[in-house]
């Protein structure tokens, strides 16, 4: 397998085969003509579905993060707001690290409660306070390490594995150490959330989120519910 460098900039990069720039041109479509009603050319049908653009950055983070499936989205925040409304229902409960973004901690204490969602949270880089604070409707750890703003440090392979033993959703906020750092997924977790905003953009001059899963069932529940109406071709990584 090549180098994290070599990655970076070739992973999901192949050259544009309308014209053969090298470099994937930002496609800005919100549609793409059809042969007839349903039959789609390239397979590509309405941007909120998929887009050629974002597939390549797609592509690009699940190779940096080992995993099989990358989404992206218009903010850090739409990710985890997706990734959130895919997985839990009314009653369910959340389990956060005592000092997540702040944005992620309001999301679900005051956006999702109004849906029956419960949040509690707990220092996540005290595995036995992890295990203790897991209650019958726990169905998600949510783990943000460094964490904004404190940078607190958890052990996520512990963590994921104390989480893996109540059947938990471990999900991995990776925005500070990005997969230069960390990959979260071969230490044990089902989801890596990114802001891009962060250092992935790293100019400060864009807004993103991206998701990366190696579940095929979380991947199908999260291109279900993020493209809501669109029909959503789920690709796996190339290699
Ligand atoms: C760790 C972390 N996660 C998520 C977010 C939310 O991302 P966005 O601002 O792109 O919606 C932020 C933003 O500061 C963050 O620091």
Not at 33 to 43: A, I, M, N, T
Not at 143 to 153: G, H
Not at 210 to 231: F, M, N
Request: net charge negative; aromatic share 6%.
């Amino acid at each position: 397998m090549n180098g994290f460098s070599t990655r970076a900039i070739h992973a999901g990069q192949a050259f544009d085969p309308t014209t053969g720039a090298v470099i994937p041109p930002v496609y800005q479509t919100s549609t793409f003509v059809q042969k007839s009603v349903g039959d789609l050319r390239e397979g590509y049908e309405y941007t909120r579905g998929t887009n050629p653009t974002r597939d390549a950055l797609q592509e690009l983070i699940a190779d940096l993060d080992g995993g099989n499936h990358g989404f992206s989205f218009a903010s850090g925040l739409a990710a985890e707001d997706a990734i959130l409304r895919a997985l839990l229902q009314p009653g369910d409960h959340v389990l956060m690290g005592n000092d997540v973004y702040g944005g992620t901690h309001r999301l679900v204490n005051q956006i999702l409660a109004a849906w029956g969602v419960e949040l509690s949270t707990v220092e996540m880089s005290d595995v036995e306070a992890v295990r203790s604070a897991i209650k019958s409707n726990t169905k998600m750890l949510w783990v943000e390490t460094p964490s904004n703003p404190l940078m607190k440090i958890s052990d996520i392979e512990a963590v994921a594995a104390v989480g893996h033993e109540s059947n938990l959703t471990v999900v991995v906020d990776n925005t500070f150490a990005t997969p230069a750092l960390q990959t979260p997924l071969a230490l044990g977790a089902d989801i890596v959330v990114y802001s891009a905003t962060k250092y992935l953009g790293g100019h400060s001059d864009v807004l993103g989120g991206l998701v990366v899963t190696s579940s095929e069932e979380i991947a199908q529940r999260l291109a279900s519910s993020s493209s809501l109406l669109a029909r959503f071709r789920l690709r796996g990584r190339s290699s």
